[in-house]
């Protein structure tokens, strides 16, 4: 729990007035000792997993409409004092109160984004070499692709491209002339971009 007071920081024997810092606090004005001697006057904006997080107060020099936001690690503070109660914030009185984070919607968007990395992942095959890879990601743009060792295969293995990919095999169906086509487009791409290299 993030305490504050006029003692030290984080509780102890030495440590005076000490109270609880909760999701209450965000937007009071605070001043922050550091065990360095140097002193912060900021806002607080959030504490979570050992770091507190305070929004800088403009300085006359700077331009007023813009904040700069300080992160600093629990075990270099050593007290923290209140200059008012959340009421008296500038911030949230120039661009309101920000709203609770939805964590649900959080959660759901990073087990999206872990999905689509592992199906990413899945798509590399380090037992083939650069120039199959390549074959292999020039076909997924457009086909449903899969390893089978280190054959290609699309459309739920009905057509599989082996070694060295220059051909599809597979019933005779548009399926599988489409298929031809896309990898025959993608190995003339290839070798153009061959061509165009310069000479090692």
Known sequence: TLVAGVGAWGGGAEAEAMEPVGAEA?????VVTLKSGQELEGEVFAHDGGSLALVMMPTLKSDPHRYTFRVINDSNIQSLKYRGDA??????????????????????????????????????????????????????????????????????????????????????????????IVLQGVRKNLEKLQQEMPAQ
């Open 26 to 30: 965000v937007g009071s004005p605070v």
């Open 87 to 180: 009421n008296a914030s500038v911030l949230c009185a120039r661009i309101g109160r920000l709203e609770p984070l939805d964590m649900d919607r959080i959660a759901r968007n990073e087990d999206k984004a872990l999905r689509a990395a592992k199906i990413v992942a899945g798509r590399i095959n380090r037992s083939v070499d650069a120039y199959a890879q390549r074959i292999f990601n020039g076909l997924a743009r457009t086909l449903p692709c899969e390893w089978d060792g280190k054959d290609i295969v699309v459309f739920n293995k009905e057509i599989r491209i082996r070694p060295p990919y220059e051909k599809c095999e597979g019933a005779q169906t548009k399926a599988l002339e489409h298929a031809d």
